[in-house]
């Protein structure tokens, strides 16, 4: 075994490669930007060195620097995680060249896979299922649509060289194509250096179930069963579990053959994932090989009781696979949900700034239990718009699905996270579909649920002014004096009192009133409604209100003037309005073109003296490695473009003048 790793990454995977290291007796060293000097992945190892600035391709994607920090360090061998240089077939190559093992697959192995059209032939030879397409070298863009028409619509087009959703597009008509191809070359030259496509049949109703697999340098492969990462948004996965769901022996043992076959034929060694298309009836074909540890590797941790981490490091060091095939068991189900910064409201925009609260349930770190978190940052740090954005992985496993799916759905509720948009409160509801619940899964999910998912209210509005209430109480009562003539809680030796509070949600004013009675009784109206109340507060954050004759357990936490409040029914964020403070304050202009997030501004879509309607696409920004297209708030025309193609943007900044017509 080594005695020292460099982890060529950052965030939750270098944390998690650092876990299983430090529990193998393993050092390890950090590498960091200019942005993560004090991130989590930097206190996790025993070393770190700095390799520049914020922006990957100044930092996490210098390999040279990142041979040169282990080779200082003293470091046998180089992990690197996922992303960034994970599957570089010529980092590996330079790894080896400095004299560091590559915990990872041959450079070959990288290579034959990364080309998604040079891997479908080889899959092709190895007698792997494929889906009908064109994984051809001409790229001439009138080919290319010759070929969508011959293979018929709906199509795919995928950046030949890509992956994580990137440079991937579904056309469902002829007049499409031409747009689509455009865009999916422009994402895949920036996030690949290659706009290289391939074109395939958009399957419909496909399921994304995919096969862990494992190879050693004895000439020995297994397969870790599967996981179903059906559920997915703009091709970027959501939830995925262990095993899928109605997946029979036969149909695993065959999808495994495949697998390992397509593994095999590349000399694969280390831990590697073959994806497949899934039709309804059974029917799969080979998708893509990601030659590295997924994101979702923890649900086949689960299952097994086996860290993959650890075989990735036996391995690399030149031992042989901890198991054979038949050796392998899995019990249970386990359930991944990601946990991320950004906003499904807004079409899943990614979002940055500042976690001011981060709680989680009662929870392990790293390893395989009822109720895993992995993540890479906590409360106090910050999401910035450099790196990917996903906050953490809530990972569940249960004896049976419904078990996992029970406690899933409890540890969403009790994931606490304010400071700036995440998907939680969606990810609870995407779990508690139907569709979900009762395994209906295809990648279409998201869309065909969609009147479930988005629009929904959060948390009621009385529950939400009630723990309000208990919240500005309970802060009261921690600071005032026990003399009842000194406090502001409504006491009064005879007779009732009556306070105000005025509450605004979702960009609504609502005025709501507290009483208390001459009894001691407390009763709130809100909307109009009357309704008993009865309070008992655990300090500031925990409360349980009897509200109107129900019982509510809610959590509250502060920031700033705003009182976040969480419960079983949905969470809710809350400004209590200053009267006296905001005073005067007018409402902003609207009609503005924005930017929704920081990023870059890719392209203009429209011109000076250009007259446009609400809805019409205006402006491409890059945000986070995707293209994110910006649409026109109101009918006008524009006056000014107020940025240059390729210019940094900041959060709410105006991209360009919008004249009112007429």
């Not at 293979?151 to 959703?165: E, H, N, R, T």
């Amino acid at each position: 075994m080594f005695k020292k790793i460099l982890i060529a990454n950052r965030g939750e995977i270098a944390c998690r490669v650092a876990a299983t290291a430090r529990r193998l007796g393993v050092k390890t060293v950090a590498v960091y930007s200019d942005a993560d000097a004090q991130a989590r992945h930097v206190h996790a190892c025993d070393e770190a060195v700095r390799i520049g600035g914020p922006a990957p391709r100044d930092s996490y994607l210098q390999w040279q620097r990142i041979l040169d920090a282990a080779k200082a360090t003293g470091a046998q061998a180089v992990h690197p995680g996922y992303g960034f240089l994970s599957e570089n077939e010529e980092f590996a190559q330079a790894c080896a060249d400095a004299g560091l093992v590559f915990i990872g697959p041959p450079p070959s192995a990288i290579q034959a896979m990364g080309l998604k059209a040079e891997s479908k032939r080889l899959m092709e030879q190895a007698g792997v299922p494929l889906v009908p397409g064109y994984h051809g070298a001409d790229q001439d863009p009138a080919l290319l649509r010759r070929e969508a028409r011959r293979i018929g619509y709906p199509v795919l087009i995928k950046a030949s060289a890509g992956g994580g959703g990137k440079g991937m597009r579904a056309v469902l008509a002829d007049e499409e194509f031409d747009a689509a191809l455009a865009s999916c070359k422009r994402e895949a030259i920036n996030s690949f250096g290659d706009d290289a496509v391939l074109i395939e049949r958009y399957v419909q109703r496909p399921r994304h179930i995919e096969i862990q697999v494992f190879g050693d340098s004895h000439g020995e492969c297994v397969y870790l069963f599967e996981r179903d990462c059906s559920v997915q948004r703009r091709h970027q996965k959501v939830l995925e579990e262990a095993p899928a769901p109605g997946m029979s022996a036969e149909r695993r043992a065959e999808m495994g053959a495949a697998a390992v076959a397509a593994a095999k034929a590349v000399g694969y060694q280390g831990a590697g994932t073959v994806e497949f298309i899934a039709e309804q009836d059974g029917r799969f074909y080979f998708m893509e090989m990601n030659t590295r540890l997924q994101v979702e590797h923890p649900v086949t941790e689960a299952i097994t009781g086996q860290d993959l981490v650890e075989w990735q490091l036996r391995v690399a060091a030149g031992e042989p696979l901890p198991l054979k095939q038949d050796q392998l068991r899995m019990h249970g189900h386990a359930i991944e949900a990601r946990i991320c910064a950004e906003n499904p409201e807004g079409g899943f925009l990614p979002a940055t700034g500042k976690l001011s609260v981060a709680r989680w349930p009662e929870h392990a770190a790293f390893r395989t239990a009822a109720v895993r978190i992995d993540s890479g940052v906590g409360e106090g740090d910050e999401i910035s718009p450099f790196y990917d954005s996903m906050i953490a992985k809530l990972i569940v496993w249960g004896e049976t699905r419904e078990q996992a799916l029970a406690l899933l759905d409890a540890s969403l509720r009790d994931t606490h996270i304010v400071g700036l948009h995440t998907n939680v409160a969606f990810l609870r509801r995407c779990a508690a579909t139907g569709s979900f619940t009762n395994a209906d899964l295809d990648t279409a999910l998201i869309e065909r649920e969609k009147d479930a998912l988005f629009g929904q209210p959060g948390l009621p509005l009385a529950e939400a002014a009630a723990a309000v209430v208990a919240h500005t109480l309970a802060e009261e009562g921690m600071t005032e004096s026990a003399d009842p003539w000194s406090r502001r809680d409504g006491w009064r030796l005879f007779g009732a009192a009556q306070r105000r509070f005025e509450l605004e949600v979702d960009g609504e004013r609502h005025q709501v009133l507290l009483a208390r009675h001459h009894q001691g009784s407390l009763a709130l109206t809100v909307q109009g409604r009357v309704l008993p109340l009865a309070l008992r507060s655990t300090g500031t954050e925990r409360h349980e209100l009897h509200l109107d004759g129900h019982r509510v357990v809610v959590t509250t936490y502060k920031v700033g003037e705003q009182v976040a409040v969480f419960g079983a029914n949905g969470s809710a964020l809350v400004t209590e309005v200053d009267l006296i403070a905001h005073a005067g304050e007018g409402t902003s202009e609207g009609g503005r073109l924005t930017a929704p997030m920081p990023g870059k501004l890719v392209a203009f879509l429209a011109q000076p003296g250009d007259t446009v309607t609400e809805g019409q696409p205006l402006a491409v920004m890059e945000a986070m490695k995707m293209e994110h297209t910006i649409t026109a708030p109101r009918d006008g025309v524009v006056a000014e473009l107020l940025f240059g193609i390729g210019d940094q943007v900041g959060d709410g900044a105006e991209l360009l003048r919008l004249q009112t017509v007429g």
